[in-house]
């Protein structure tokens, strides 16, 4: 497994973007997603540990980050079916 370094708002909302994915799983990407998000809380909580974890993904900015990926997700859901019609940007290239 690879690890690297990344800014701390990209890790949280990583996990927030796993979570959502979670909230809307079928089951049989559940458990992995479920295993995915535990990877990678476990690697935060290793690095800044379990008070400041538990203190962020409790936090009100971190629950509306939850809901802005949620609606990111619908939107993305609602495309990729066909029920959002999205015109192209004209360039002037």
Known sequence: MLRISLDEA?????????QVKINNAQDEKLNQLKK??????NEIVDQIGQDLFSKIISSIEYCELIK???IVF???KRHSIGMVNI??????F
């Open 87 to 92: 015109k192209p940007i004209k360039s002037g």
């Open 68 to 70: 802005i990926n949620q």
């Open 74 to 76: 619908d939107f993305l």
């Open 36 to 41: 995915t998000y535990d990877l990678l809380s």
């Open 10 to 18: 990209y890790v949280f909302d990583l996990l927030s973007i796993y």
